[in-house]
C-alpha cells in the first residue's frame, strides 16, 4: 500500500462550482499534514497545512479525519485559476519526511 | 529572499555522461530534498539532508545517484553514468518547519 493515496481524477467542474477532494495516509503516527498545488510544468508550492481542528484560508477548507487516516480539500467558488494538479502531503515522522501524493488534476471550466 | 535556486533548468546530456544538479537552499533553512518527477511514478523523494547530515536516502534508486551537502547553502546531486530512464524533473526543496520550498527544478533529458 502506498503511503499517501489519491484519486487521481480529472475533476472537471464549471466555474463557481464546489469540488472536494480526499487523501489517505497509510502511517497512523503520521504528524503533520499538507495540501500542495502544482501548475503544469511548475514546482508544487504549498497551499495549506492541515491541522487537527480543520483550517480555512479564502475558499479553501482542509480537515483532517485521523480515527479514518484521510485528509481533504475543499474548495467553494471555483475559479479558471484554481485549474491545477492539487498534491496530498503527510510527514510521517515528524521529522519532515515528506510523502507525496500523485496529485489530483483539477479543470475549472468557463 | 529568492527561494530555492536550481540550476541548470535544463539539461540534456547523453548516455553514460556524468550530470550535475545543483540547489541552494533558502537561506535560514536547515532541511533540504531532492525529489525527482515522472509521469508515471509522480514525485518521488530521492534523499535528504537536515543541518547538512543525510539523513534518509533510501530513495535513491542506485549506486549511479548520489547526494552532498558541503555546506549550509549547498547541494548537489549527482548521476553517474546516467541512463535514458534517469530522464525526469529533479527539483529541489528547503524546510524550516512546517511543508517545503521547492525551486523552479531541473529538467533532466538523457539520450
Known amino acids: 500500500r502506498k503511503e499517501v493515496e489519491q484519486d487521481p481524477g480529472p475533476f472537471n467542474v464549471p466555474e463557481g462550482a464546489t469540488v472536494a477532494f480526499n487523501c489517505t495516509y497509510s502511517?497512523?503516527?503520521?504528524?503533520?499534514f499538507f495540501w500542495y498545488r502544482q501548475d503544469c510544468r511548475k514546482e508544487p508550492k504549498l497551499l495549506m497545512s492541515?491541522?487537527?481542528s480543520g483550517n480555512e484560508d479564502g475558499r479553501f477548507t482542509a480537515q483532517l479525519n485521523r480515527a479514518s487516516q484521510y485528509i481533504s480539500l475543499l474548495i467553494r467558488d471555483s475559479k479558471l485559476s484554481d485549474s491545477a494538479t492539487y498534491l496530498c502531503?503527510?510527514?510521517?515522522?515528524?521529522?519532515?519526511?515528506?510523502?507525496f501524493g500523485t496529485g489530483t488534476r483539477l479543470t475549472v471550466i468557463p | 529572499d529568492a527561494g530555492v535556486i536550481q540550476s541548470p533548468r535544463h539539461e540534456v546530456t547523453e548516455m553514460g555522461q556524468e550530470v550535475t544538479l545543483r540547489c541552494k537552499p533558502i537561506?535560514?533553512?536547515?532541511?533540504l530534498f531532492w525529489y525527482r518527477q515522472t509521469m508515471m511514478r509522480g514525485l518521488e523523494l530521492l534523499i535528504y539532508?537536515?543541518?547538512?547530515?543525510?539523513?534518509?536516502d533510501s530513495g535513491m534508486p542506485e549506486d549511479r545517484f548520489s547526494a552532498k551537502m558541503p555546506n549550509a547553502s549547498f547541494s548537489t546531486l549527482k548521476i553517474q553514468p546516467s541512463e535514458p530512464r534517469d530522464s525526469a524533473v529533479y527539483f529541489c526543496?528547503?524546510?524550516?518547519?512546517?511543508?517545503?520550498?521547492f525551486g523552479q527544478g531541473t529538467r533532466l533529458t538523457v539520450v
Open positions: 526543496a528547503s524546510s524550516l518547519v512546517g511543508g517545503a520550498f
Open positions: 502511517n497512523s503516527a503520521s504528524q503533520s
Open positions: 492541515v491541522y487537527s
Open positions: 502531503v503527510v510527514d510521517q515522522t515528524g521529522a519532515n519526511n515528506l510523502f
Open positions: 537561506s535560514g533553512h536547515d532541511y
Open positions: 539532508f537536515n543541518n547538512n547530515v543525510p539523513i534518509d
